[in-house]
């Protein structure tokens, strides 16, 4: 690579210290570029022979806890531009902190994306698996992304162009998103803060969002919620190692200290295999699984 690239660059560095799971290996190199040129930069003067991941908050990702040959692109700290036009559009860079750009909309009297108040993570991740609620999506106010591809090109995609589907942004993993413009709307600051208050305290109260966990395990099937068929299952409270199903909320899994990558998989595994022989329902991952030498 060439080290005149723009940004913070750390050698075997390890990446349970970002991980919402506290969960994850050393990397050969982690990279923070300052901004997507500096990003651009690091990709044109890249090796080809080591793989490049680019991840974000880190807070739907259970990684391997061994050490990984690999470059991570890291744009949680960075990537934070918010720009509102008069057309009711707004573009915002991929490492903003959904719940910052909800605070920022609200003192605006901006309505967008205030329904996924309280949900970890940073827009550019939100966009890859089109994260949301029942009800809403965060593609259902996408208007376009912006990324860049493994060779530093500009790539500017249209909505339509992308065909989302449920927890997935169906956007190419050989594509880091820079930024996305989303469609707003014109509310009150009353209004939107008082959304806000609704959901905030709904998740605190039903969901495990402050221990080390990373959210939704498994997705919801066509006509079921997940959480429910595991609790019938018979899985609440239960454990592998320091890894457990959480009585708050069974399709959350908790690091109660010490997990490993294989107690969570493994747990994973066991949860999977007792909702198919009640319910006779394969679940879906809906967090995803970094792991290599496979």
Known sequence: MNNSSKGDIFQNFALKDLSSFKIGGRCKLFFSPYNPDDLRDFLKNQSGNIPTICLGHMSNVLISDEDIEANIICTRDTFQDIRF???NNVKVESGVPLNKFVHVCSLQGISCLEQMYC?????GGALFMNAGTPIFEIFDVVVSIECVDMRGNIISINRDELK???RSGNIPKDLIITSCILRTSESSVATVQKTMDEIGRKRLS???ISMATCGSTFKNPD???AWQLIDSAGCRGMSVGEAYVSDLHCNF?????NATFQDVKTLMRLIKEKVLEKHGIMLKEEIQIIE???
């Open 85 to 87: 036009f008069e057309n």
């Open 206 to 208: 039903t969901q495990p």
């Open 164 to 166: 989302p589907a449920y």
């Open 223 to 225: 006509g079921y919620k």
């Open 119 to 123: 949900i970890p993570g940073t827009i």
């Open 292 to 294: 290599f030498g496979d």
């Open 253 to 257: 899994i908790i690091n109660n200290g």
